[in-house]
């Protein structure tokens, strides 16, 4: 947004201002909050500090520096209730998992490490958040963040008093960080629809089985080398000699994995199905199969789910979805989902292919927004900045899925073809 464009919503922006920074308690940090918000919105290269305050005309670099980095307002009652207002203008299908890397240089901002960064898709030196969005093939949010903490920060004092990551805040691996979010959620009463995520996610069977003992259905990517029984596959006991333990109910054949089971259908087992996208109708091949999820993991926790020799060897039965491009040798994806066995494959496949939208608008949440542009090192200051880049993400949103929304799009912001997931 250019700063005409900023002056004319500056009624608008106080109204919404003032609703989700209601739990802020003193008048000119809301102030400071109005001014941050219109300097990430307002257009710039770097939303950094220093560079906002200089466009903005009431921009003062010191105030914004202590409201963003010294002050001690809290940021969750601020998300809580952009998530709680957002949820209804949005009307998820689903709820997206997913995390974002914040490459840096050194070693004393919070949480840096030497990790998998998918914003440069290699091992390097980042910061890693994982996020929880409200997702529809319109629009998208961010309800939640959470700063992942590496074991070496976990156990190492001087980094943590210098950054002020609190006392009770510890190494927790992302997939628990995810399911943490979303019982956070659940406690504002917001529940999801469904949830989705990439393979990183997907693929931990511990994962599956938190979303499934919390009820909620899933639609998740795996990779090729998962491993399922047939759904028909019926496990059996061998004969007890007598000697020893008795025998364990078993599969009698190997699992097999997904692609080769996959590939062992045929081309001619795949259905064309896809949703109308923005540059015409979004073309590829699909089969939906009925299967086991087969391996050590899955089998202790099919068995802790049962109780003390309750089971029977029977693992869980769920959907293996399958997609298979025209042109392509072989299957190229595959999701497991645990939605009811008679969901059509198009409304698997929408919500498998839903995570576009939050692709989409992650481009606005850093490049036009600038979510990774933080400069500060400490825990307050990145929930912050966070929490603000959310609430200007979700002003603008509000804007666009307004009738006769008058705020142009910017070019980050316009539709165009979604990348494809895995």
């Excluded at 409201?67 to 998820?92: C, E, H, L, Y």
């Excluded at 923005?278 to 993991?297: D, E, N, T, Y």
Aim: proline share 8%; with cysteine; charged share 25%.
């Amino acid at each position: 947004m250019d700063a005409h464009e900023v002056n004319r919503a500056r009624a608008k922006l106080a109204l919404f201002v003032a609703d989700v920074f209601t739990s802020v308690p003193r008048k000119d940090q809301r102030a400071k909050g109005d001014c941050y918000l219109r300097g990430l919105m307002l257009d710039g290269r770097r939303k950094s500090i220093q560079p906002m305050a200089a466009r903005l005309p009431d921009g003062n670099e010191q105030n914004l520096q202590q409201f963003v980095n010294q002050s001690t307002w809290d940021p969750v009652p601020v998300r809580r209730r952009i998530a709680q207002r957002m949820v209804p203008k949005v009307g998820p299908d689903a709820w997206a998992v997913d995390d974002v890397s914040f490459p840096k240089d050194g070693r004393m901002s919070v949480a840096v490490a030497h990790q998998y960064c998918g914003a440069l898709g290699k091992q390097a030196n980042c910061q890693v958040a994982v996020s929880v969005h409200a997702v529809s093939d319109t629009a998208s949010c961010p309800l939640q963040w959470r700063l992942f903490v590496p074991q070496e920060w976990a156990d190492d004092p001087v980094r943590r008093r210098k950054t002020g990551i609190p006392e009770e805040i510890g190494h927790r691996e992302k997939w628990r960080l995810a399911l943490d979010t979303i019982d956070e959620l659940a406690g504002w009463g917001l529940v999801p629809p469904a949830v989705v995520a990439d393979a990183g996610y997907g693929q931990n069977a511990d994962f599956r089985d938190g979303l499934e003992r919390r009820s909620i259905g899933y639609v998740v990517a795996i990779r090729s080398d998962v491993t399922v029984h047939p759904h028909d596959a019926q496990p059996t006991t061998p004969t007890w000699s007598g000697n020893g333990r008795k025998p364990q109910p078993r599969y009698r054949d190997k699992p097999l994995p997904v692609a080769a089971l996959a590939a062992g259908h045929g081309r001619q087992a795949f259905d064309v199905t896809w949703r109308e996208g923005s540059h015409g109708p979004m073309r590829s091949h699909f089969l939906s199969l009925r299967v086991r999820p087969a391996g050590i993991k899955s089998r202790r926790l099919a068995q802790a789910a049962a109780g003390p020799g309750g089971w029977e060897g029977v693992l869980p039965e769920v959907t293996l979805l399958v997609e298979w491009p025209i042109g392509a040798e072989a299957p190229t994806d595959y999701w497991l989902s645990n939605l009811p066995a008679g969901t059509p494959v198009a409304e698997l496949v929408r919500l498998a292919k839903i995570r576009w939208r939050i692709e989409h608008d992650y481009r606005e949440l850093k490049h036009g927004l600038g979510l990774d542009h933080f400069e500060g090192r400490s825990w307050n200051g990145w929930h912050h900045h966070v929490t603000l880049v959310t609430a200007a993400h979700a002003y603008l949103t509000e804007q666009r899925l307004a009738p006769k929304a008058d705020t142009a799009d910017s070019p980050s912001t316009r539709p165009s073809t979604p990348s494809k997931t895995s």
